[in-house]
């Protein structure tokens, strides 16, 4: 059977493409019914199996609603700009929020299941059927798109002059 840590491992993998609760809520519960349903004699993991499917379900579910996922153009910064590497990042739950959402369901995705989850690249490339290479490019370009937002948030926030009774 699915454990408790598994339905909320789904239930936070479904909001991390879909960032509504309810939608997530509904994705875990049709696909987890479905793993059910079905002979899983076969299927070896279960848990996989389930994230695939919610997966393919989040994508029928946007072509349904005629949304059209945006994918990253190709980053280019020419510039060296020295900044402390991601995993150093603190940052506040509503800075990440509102900086998440700029990013396509692909790539919330991709760093939920590399960051939150901690699958390797090669576990998510055998569990996505994407080449390797294409996911750690994909990630690289991730993590210096939000190193850059983040180093530009902080240079906008230092630059701010104080307000009113805020010192220096």
Do not use: W
Not at 91 to 107: M, V
């Amino acid at each position: 059977m699915i454990s408790k840590d598994q339905l909320n491992s789904l239930y936070r993998y479904a909001y991390s493409l879909t960032h509504n609760e309810d939608a997530a809520f509904d994705l875990v519960h049709d696909n987890v019914e479905k793993y059910l349903k079905a002979d899983n004699t076969r299927i070896e993991e279960p848990l996989h199996f389930i994230m695939r499917c919610i997966r393919n379900s989040f994508i029928d579910e946007t072509r349904k609603n005629k949304l059209r996922l945006i994918k990253h153009e190709e980053i280019k910064d020419d510039r060296n700009i020295a900044s402390p590497s991601l995993d150093e990042i603190i940052i506040k739950q509503s800075e990440t929020e509102a900086i998440l959402k700029t990013l396509s369901a692909d790539d919330r995705e991709l760093l939920y299941l590399s960051a939150v989850e901690e699958y390797t690249v090669q576990e998510i490339s055998d569990f996505q059927k994407i080449p390797r290479g294409t996911l750690l490019s994909k990630l690289h370009r991730i993590k210096k798109m939000l190193k850059r937002k983040f180093s530009s948030e902080e240079n906008h926030n230092q630059n701010t002059p104080p307000s009113k009774g805020e010192s220096l």
